[in-house]
Nanobody
Framework: QVQLVESGGGLVQDGGSLRLSCTAS????????MGWFRQVPGKEREFVAA????????LYADSVKGRFTISRDNAKNAAYLQMNSLKPEDTAVYYC?????????????WGQGTQVTVSS
């Protein structure tokens, strides 16, 4: 059974930083895209960032470009999202996803989400 487990969410002040982690089990994702998405209650889930195997292609949403950095450790079957200069509008549940050939959609596997709250 494939599982993705996120961790690292929490409460941080405006301008602060957090690092989210996503650990996969059940299969290896070293040759797949891994991505991060976020969702606010009442709104659609939105793309945040994605990275291909080996980091050859990295894509960010315009809203996080320059502030967030995606990375992965294929040896650990893990992905990370370093979030700096956080803003209140970054408050959301953040999900990691894997198993797609397209960076912004079509992911087969999803984590349970981790809450990120940025206070003003």
């Amino acid at each position: 059974q494939v599982q993705l487990v996120e961790s690292g969410g929490g409460l941080v002040q405006d301008g602060g930083s957090l690092r989210l982690s996503c650990t996969a089990s059940g299969r290896t994702f070293s040759s797949d895209l891994m991505g991060w998405f976020r969702q606010v209650p009442g709104k659609e889930r939105e793309f945040v960032a994605a990275e291909t195997w080996g980091g050859g292609t990295i894509l960010y949403a315009d809203s996080v470009k320059g502030r967030f950095t995606i990375s992965r450790d294929n040896a650990k079957n893990a992905a990370y999202l370093q979030m700096n200069s956080l803003k209140p509008e970054d408050t959301a549940v953040y999900y990691c996803a894997a198993g797609s050939s397209m960076p912004t959609s079509g992911y087969r596997y999803w984590g349970q989400g981790t809450q990120v709250t940025v206070s003003s």
